[in-house]
């Protein structure tokens, strides 16, 4: 049972270049959230999906687009990064209750 | 939409001391307060959470209050330790979650002096 698991871990962009960060779940949750946090920040949240099929903009989503694919997978794309997006990703998702993240990807966009 | 004030922001308490976090909400529909750790270069991790229908709840050395009158709750640490230093989140929502989603507090950098 690994939880939440984002793909990748640690990637360098060049701005322009576009990217899709990748996660799983594999405690059949239906609700799945991509968050962002700068250094020293707390969370923002990007995008959410309350339920498969369905996605809805969180508190900072321009620049970025998601994809439920199916129930256990949400992924985050940029489509031309911009220094600004550089800063560490986390997916999470629940239930009813609690959020689990996974581990975080750390983007950086030169 | 619902909107969390974390205070303070930075904590430095001594070894061994209690330390203590507050939060406010501002959506009096809101049943469902987590707590969350980040250690550094972590993920945030789930401490402790509490239900409306609960004025309190303990686990070990961290306990939680809510007072929903008044649209507060606390953190509580008691006997701290090192592996306590970390920033720990606030959060406030609605369950079961449907559209809803976790409003996050601005964190509290939380250091143990030894």
């Known amino acids: 049972n690994a939880g939440v698991t984002q793909t990748p871990k640690f990637q360098v962009l060049k701005t322009g270049q576009s990217m899709t960060l990748q996660c799983a779940q594999d405690m059949n949750h239906n609700s799945m959230y991509w968050y962002r946090q700068d250094p020293g920040m707390g969370l923002r949240l990007i995008y959410y999906?309350?339920?498969?099929?369905?996605?809805d903009k969180g508190e900072v989503p321009n620049g970025y687009n998601v994809s439920r694919l199916n129930k256990r997978e949400f992924s985050l794309r940029l489509e031309s990064a911009a220094p600004s997006q550089t800063s560490v990703y986390f997916c999470a998702s629940s239930m009813t209750g609690p959020i689990y993240f996974g581990e975080g990807s750390w983007l950086t966009v030169v | 939409g619902e909107n969390v004030e974390q205070h303070p922001s930075t904590l430095s308490v001594q070894e061994g001391d209690s330390a203590v976090i507050k939060c406010t909400y501002s959506d009096s529909a809101s049943n469902y307060f987590p707590w969350y750790k980040q250690e550094l270069g972590k993920r945030p991790q789930l401490i402790i959470d509490?239900?409306?229908?609960?004025g309190e709840k303990k686990d070990q050395r961290i306990a939680v209050t809510l007072n929903k009158t008044a649209k507060h709750f606390s953190l509580h640490i008691t006997e701290t330790q090192p592996e306590d230093s970390a920033v720990y989140f606030c959060?406030?929502?609605?369950?079961?979650?449907?559209?809803?989603?976790?409003?996050f507090g601005t964190g509290t950098r939380l250091t143990i002096i030894p």
């Open positions: 959060a406030a929502s609605k369950v079961p979650f449907g559209n809803e989603k976790l409003t």
């Open positions: 999906s309350a339920s498969e099929g369905t996605t």
């Open positions: 509490i239900r409306s229908n609960v």
